[in-house]
């Protein structure tokens, strides 16, 4: 389970997590097995520019602060291939007040603000751990570019640390396969809901049996959907 000094969440079992780069070995060898199910049918020069992008990738995302980066396999219900790729980060925000981080991202999303953008939504929730946000994005790939997923979906949960703290959790889901995008989004969403923050004992989230996750992570572990079942 993920943690810092003053947050804990919970990933459900089916997402494989990647080492970090202090393991350059396992690291490879994980990223490795990626790039073989993903381009099974690509030529092996072409593995490996694919596995050298991945590694610039995941360099790119902990560098940003992220505390998690995996990813996930589903057989779909008509024999099909899905996958998402689930990244956490902890990120720094001059705001100190979660209930107005949340109105500061809604607003930026709202038409006429500055991240406003077509295909994107974004939606206040409130979370046990407090409020938050749901930013949805639908990508078109650009019509030059050939041998891709023409859609690309992707769900953000925002997470404002408590009162005072200055930091967001930033639950970050994507897949290229748009039309299991109420699935993903399930899963998102029970996620979010096992997050919690302490300031005095972030070892009782890791000791509790549950993780501090309660009924919502056993949720996470078996979403309702119409993917059968993760690729065993």
């Given at each position: 389970?993920?943690?810092?000094?003053?947050?804990?969440?919970?990933?459900?079992?089916?997402?494989?997590?990647?080492?970090?780069?202090?393991?350059?070995?396992?690291?490879?060898?994980?990223?490795?097995?990626?790039?073989?199910?993903?381009?099974?049918?690509?030529?092996?020069?072409?593995?490996?520019?694919?596995?050298?992008?991945?590694?610039?990738?995941?360099?790119?995302?902990?560098?940003?602060?992220?505390?998690?980066?995996?990813?996930?396999?589903?057989?779909?219900?008509?024999?099909?291939?899905?996958?998402?790729?689930?990244?956490?980060?902890?990120?720094?925000?001059?705001?100190?007040?979660?209930?107005?981080?949340?109105?500061?991202?809604?607003?930026?999303?709202a038409e006429g603000g500055p991240r406003h953008a077509p295909g994107v939504s974004a939606t206040p929730i409130e979370l046990p751990c407090g409020p938050a946000a749901f930013v949805i994005r639908m990508t078109l790939a650009p019509d030059d570019v050939e041998a891709v997923s023409p859609m690309a979906w992707q769900a953000q949960a925002v997470i404002p640390f408590p009162q005072g703290q200055r930091k967001v959790v930033v639950i970050d889901l994507?897949?290229?396969?748009?039309?299991?995008?109420?699935?993903?989004?399930?899963?998102?969403?029970?996620?979010?809901?096992?997050?919690?923050?302490t300031t005095t004992n972030p070892e009782a989230v890791q000791d509790s049996p549950d993780g501090g996750a309660g009924e919502d992570a056993a949720d996470a572990e078996d979403p309702r959907s119409r993917i059968s079942q993760a690729l065993g």
């Amino acid at each position: 389970m993920p943690t810092t000094d003053a947050m804990g969440l919970r990933i459900p079992e089916f997402f494989v997590d990647l080492p970090h780069l202090d393991d350059p070995g396992l690291l490879l060898d994980k990223l490795r097995e990626v790039v073989d199910a993903v381009a099974a049918d690509a030529s092996p020069s072409d593995r490996e520019t694919l596995l050298t992008l991945y590694r610039t990738a995941y360099g790119s995302l902990l560098a940003e602060g992220a505390i998690y980066v995996g990813y996930g396999y589903f057989r779909t219900d008509d024999g099909g291939l899905s996958m998402a790729t689930l990244n956490v980060f902890v990120k720094d925000q001059e705001e100190a007040n979660p209930h107005l981080t949340i109105a500061q991202i809604l607003k930026a999303h709202a038409e006429g603000g500055p991240r406003h953008a077509p295909g994107v939504s974004a939606t206040p929730i409130e979370l046990p751990c407090g409020p938050a946000a749901f930013v949805i994005r639908m990508t078109l790939a650009p019509d030059d570019v050939e041998a891709v997923s023409p859609m690309a979906w992707q769900a953000q949960a925002v997470i404002p640390f408590p009162q005072g703290q200055r930091k967001v959790v930033v639950i970050d889901l994507s897949t290229p396969c748009p039309t299991e995008a109420p699935y993903y989004a399930g899963i998102l969403d029970a996620i979010a809901h096992t997050v919690t923050f302490t300031t005095t004992n972030p070892e009782a989230v890791q000791d509790s049996p549950d993780g501090g996750a309660g009924e919502d992570a056993a949720d996470a572990e078996d979403p309702r959907s119409r993917i059968s079942q993760a690729l065993g």
